[in-house]
């Protein structure tokens, strides 16, 4: 079991950049989750997907952020414009829906820096 | 949505003692509950997890207590050693979301001291 695999694991950028983050869910998991850690809001949900579709985005902090999950292997979260505010670290997450209750896994994150 | 509130934010044992995280929540219909580990500049990693089927679990020397009727539950660690220090988080579901999505305490930062 590879896990939750992202990229870039560090990304610096100037302001006003488009920023990409990339994410792969463990196979077989049908929801996937974006989250952004920052040290005073802790860990927040941004967006998530069941079945590749968008569920919930209320967590998106506003229209420079956007998400898509083109297929079940693969979801991106966009900044544009990037700004220093939006720096932290973005966790993806997944899980398998079937069965009961399943705990998410985390990928180890990538770490944005914009300057 | 659900509120998940998480005492204390920072705590110190010497090793070898135990160590309690409290969580507390809104949702009376919550019924699944979470805790993560998370060492320092790596992933939050599930360590264990209670349905509200049951009262307590444990796995080795950490265990979780649920008490539906006061909603909170807590992560005890017991002969607690160095690499028990890292934040640990706890979750809820959200309210009116299913099961699918977690609402995340602020998180504990715990330290054994050797």
């Known amino acids: 079991d590879a896990g939750v695999i992202q990229s870039p694991r560090h990304e610096v950028t100037e302001m006003g950049q488009e920023v990409t983050l990339r994410c792969k869910p463990i196979s077989g998991h049908n929801s996937l989750f974006w989250y952004r850690q920052t040290m005073m809001r802790g860990l927040e949900l941004l967006i998530y997907f069941n079945n590749n579709v968008p569920i919930d985005d209320s967590g998106m902090p506003e229209d420079r952020f956007s998400a898509k999950m083109p297929n079940a292997s693969f979801s991106t979260l966009k900044i544009q414009p990037s700004e220093p505010r939006d720096s932290a670290v973005y966790f993806c997450?997944?899980?398998?829906?079937?069965?009961?209750?399943?705990?998410?896994?985390f990928g180890d994150g990538t770490r944005l820096s914009i300057l | 949505g659900e509120n998940v509130e998480q005492h204390p934010s920072t705590l110190s044992v010497q090793e070898g003692d135990s160590a309690v995280i409290k969580c507390t929540y809104s949702d009376s219909a919550s019924n699944y509950f979470p805790w993560y580990k998370q060492e320092l500049g790596k992933r939050p990693q599930l360590i264990i997890d209670i349905r509200s089927n049951v009262g307590e679990k444990k796995d080795q020397r950490i265990a979780v207590t649920l008490n539906k009727t006061a909603k909170h539950f807590s992560l005890h660690i017991t002969e607690t050693q160095p690499e028990d220090s890292a934040v640990y988080f706890c979750?809820?579901?959200?309210?009116?979301?299913?099961?699918?999505?977690?609402?995340f305490g602020k998180g504990t930062k715990l330290s054994v001291i050797p």
């Open positions: 997450a997944s899980r398998w829906t079937g069965g009961g209750y399943q705990p998410q896994h």
């Open positions: 979750a809820g579901p959200r309210s009116g979301a299913g099961s699918y999505q977690l609402t």
